[in-house]
RNA sequence: AAAGCAGACCGCCUUAUCGCUGCUCAUUAUUGAGUAGAGGAAAGUCCGAACACCAUAGUGCAGCAUAGUGGCUAACGGCCACCGAUCGUGAGGUCAGGAAAAGUGCAACAGAAAGAAUGUACAGGUCAUGCUGUAGUGAAAUCAGGUAAACUCUAUGCGGUGCAAUGCCAUGUAAACCGGUGCUUGAGUGCGGCACGCACAAUAUCGGAGGGUAGGCAGCUAAAGUGUCAUGGUAACAUGACAUUCAGAUAAAUGAUAAGGGUUUCAUGUAUUUGAAAUACAGAAUUCGGCUUACAGGUCUGCUUUUUUU
């Protein structure tokens, strides 16, 4: 069975995802998640690290990329629906290879996160 | 040929694989197919408008902007032409180019003295005196001086807030509580000044603390649109004909990877081979017209000066 993955664009869902849900951190990656009743993404990047939108979008661009690489092991886990969202946290313009091998570590712990929430 | 001036334009391409957003058509409750998908500055948000609401936005003050003349434009602080000043051998560049007999202020150095008037030398003149001339300092010395990127004055223009405008739908609550003001003899409101005026105004309004919502649709992209040609005009621009439909996202689509090829520079080399490096500034957010700033590299057009050749 397929499963989709929404985009997380309402503002309250944000908001709440950074008060109160979960983060796991991987230089220069942190992911924020929490339980939710569909599977839903976002990316960001702050304004204060990189001025120009150029460089914002481009950052962006890349995270989704990672995300979408990812996406087939974390649809396939059998693990309730979750909101997530990425945060990039360097100071200086990453290449592709950089975010996806972050990517790929932090797909790692997250999954093994919410397979033992699901146990407790 | 070299150096330079002005204007216009381009600003990486191709293929494959994997994706993103809108629309259309299928299929159906999950996909598939087709098609379109960033810029010359999308930027700064500095001017001007359209559009929306507040009174069809009114009067005075305050405040702000502009400043040769004429034209263009929806409008402008923009653009074009001409005049003037100024810089350049020149093509051309630059200009905060209204008023100094309304008033106030300011002026380094030099100089006796710088806006107050008057000193020295010589000469002239007088009853007498800087009364007159010349010399001397300076950009300027009584001349209706200079200065308005000093106040000021004059002329002209300007209401405010912005698409988070505004309208509708959905969801939800609290017409609860405390304090102030006011109830027709008028508190307050009408989105930053003041006064007037106008409109609304009593289950009203302001403040406190607290609760709820912050989702969708319209606005939202066919327009002062874009391209070509013709005509008028020195030009900005206008008129006409024909063709054409060209992003509409909302934590915000327009991308990633690989291979090949361009272009430029450097090295090697000397029938353009091989290698390396570079390939800019930068990302739509209601929409237009400008201005300003950023920009690897390149193309085209017109013109100027110098030198050489004929």
Redo the contacts with the bound molecule.
């Keep these: 069975m ?1 499963t ?1 993955l929404g ?6 869902l ?2 709440a995802l950074f008060d109160k849900g979960a983060s796991i951190k991987k230089f220069p990656l942190i992911l924020f998640y929490a339980p939710s009743a569909e599977w839903q993404s ?3 990047v702050s304004k204060k690290l990189f001025k ?3 460089d914002r ?2 950052i ?3 995270l989704r ?1 990672a995300i ?1 690489q990812q996406w087939p092991r974390v649809s396939s886990f059998n693990v309730g629906p979750s909101n997530f969202m990425i945060l990039y946290i360097g100071k200086t313009m990453p ?2 290879e950089a975010i996806d091998q972050a990517a790929n570590t932090l797909f790692d712990k997250f999954l093994e996160r919410i397979k033992n929430h699901e146990n407790e």
């Design positions: 397929k989709k985009r997380l664009k309402k503002e309250k944000i908001g976002g990316v960001s120009r939108a150029v979008n481009r962006k661009r890349l990329g979408k290449d592709f």
